[in-house]
């Protein structure tokens, strides 16, 4: 039986970042046209254009993406809940953990994001389309720390100074609401 969970909740939070990943490329105006990019949309599209019938965008946050982020995420709760226990879970309970379960679900594609920049930069030069994507989203959170850090003789140490600061939040955050976060 926990075979079939791990197997499932991995299904839930691979989706759950693709998801997160199509808001957060929307919000950072990367390049749509990127390979990365189009897997993305595609990959989320058949819900939420229809959802964006429904829900309208406040200013450049695009709700409805968000409330299809936060359906998936009440939907891993609910399986869990449903294959652990056999029981239907409370309703308001799962909305409950499902939000607990979606910010870490952020953190941790922040913190993954961040490592396949660092991986691409080493082995790509810069010709690997999904670079630039990549770039697109992790350089508004770098560049204050590239402010403050001098050069270190062709180093970029912002990266490991931002993981180090993130893994200490996802440690933070994990120790507050650990007993509402679901594999």
Known sequence: ?????TLVMSLFNLYLMVVILR???QLARADFYNPFSQFTVKATQPVVGPLRRIIPSIGPLDTATLVFALIVAYAKVFTFW???TGDMPPVVDALFVGVFNLIYQILWLVFWILIIR???SWVSQG???????MQQLTEPMLAPIRRILPPMGGLDLSVLVFLLGLQF???LYKGAFGMYIIG
């Open 118 to 120: 660092a991986i691409l």
């Open 1 to 5: 039986m926990n075979a079939v969970i």
């Open 23 to 25: 808001l957060w490329l």
């Open 82 to 84: 449903l294959i652990g």
């Open 127 to 133: 010709n690997h389309p999904m670079e630039m994507v």
């Open 169 to 171: 939040i996802i440690n």
